[in-house]
Nanobody, 128 residues
Framework: QVQVRESGGGSVQTGGSLKLSCVAYNDVFSDCPMGWYRQPPGLERELISTISPIGATSYAEHVKGRFIISRDNIKNTMYLQINNLKTEDTATYYC??????????????????????WGQGTQVTVSS
């Protein structure tokens, strides 16, 4: 069972903001590179942002400047601040281990999802 839970989604209008949270129920969290993924309706899941255990971040080109990823290793929680929401941001958002890291790291962090196993996600719906 994946030991993360996403929350914070909702229905908003274009231009609005949301802050998503991902709580991990496993203390490996502080050692694990994490990522936010999203799956728009009818499309494949995509990796949109990553954060290393010490806070180094990366973003997919199409979300740069609007999305801010962060984490609090004391609280075992990761966040995604989404600003200036667009209709194309409508998707289910998931958190999981960063899939771009080496297999050995992904195996160590397997309890946090990815590799085909996912939490329930949180739905973001943006309307104009």
């Amino acid at each position: 069972q994946v030991q993360v839970r996403e929350s914070g989604g909702g229905s908003v209008q274009t231009g609005g903001s949301l802050k998503l949270s991902c709580v991990a129920y496993n203390d490996v969290f502080s050692d694990c590179p994490m990522g936010w993924y999203r799956q728009p309706p009818g499309l494949e899941r995509e990796l949109i942002s990553t954060i290393s255990p010490i806070g180094a971040t990366s973003y997919a080109e199409h979300v740069k400047g609007r999305f801010i990823i962060s984490r609090d290793n004391i609280k075992n929680t990761m966040y995604l601040q989404i600003n200036n929401l667009k209709t194309e941001d409508t998707a289910t958002y998931y958190c999981a281990t960063d899939r771009t890291v080496p297999l050995r790291t992904r195996q160590y962090c397997a309890a946090l999802g990815g590799n085909g196993y996912w939490g329930q996600g949180t739905q973001v719906t943006v309307s104009s």
